[in-house]
């Protein structure tokens, strides 16, 4: 069992950085690929970055590809999400999630927790 909360959140104006944290309960940490998702208003939740366990493997989103980088902390029990040059399309209620496994992966349903997500809002 994992439990993961999220903090970091909050309003920035366009072009503006935002770091993104998620700490998570218990010593299995480091055997969980952790992701990042977001959700804005009258949308569906979408994939923005994963991270191995290892932390050597990382995938983006094309839409944040060169602008976010997620990293982790193992010794910490923590996953970042280092978010640069935001644009106003990147609002959005951020969730971090813990798959069991190692690997990483894209799709929201092979994550199997998920913290109660943090708000982002870039203003134009």
């Known amino acids: 069992q994992v439990q993961l909360v999220e903090s970091g959140g909050g309003l920035v104006q366009a072009g503006g950085s935002l770091r993104l944290s998620c700490a998570a309960s218990?010593?299995?940490?480091?055997?969980?690929?952790m992701g990042w998702f977001r959700q804005a208003p009258g949308k569906e939740r979408e994939f923005v970055a994963t991270?191995?366990?290892?932390?050597?493997?990382?995938y983006y989103a094309d839409s944040v590809k060169g602008r976010f980088t997620i990293s982790r902390d193992n010794a910490k029990n923590t996953v970042y999400l280092q978010m640069n040059s935001l644009k106003p399309e990147d609002t959005a209620d951020y969730y971090c999630?813990?798959?069991?496994?190692?690997?990483?992966?894209?799709?929201?349903?092979?994550?199997?927790?998920w913290g109660q997500g943090t708000q982002v809002t870039v203003s134009s």
């Open positions: 999630a813990a798959r069991r496994s190692g690997r990483t992966s894209a799709t929201h349903g092979e994550y199997a927790y």
């Open positions: 218990g010593r299995t940490f480091n055997s969980y690929a």
């Open positions: 991270i191995s366990v290892s932390g050597t493997i990382t």
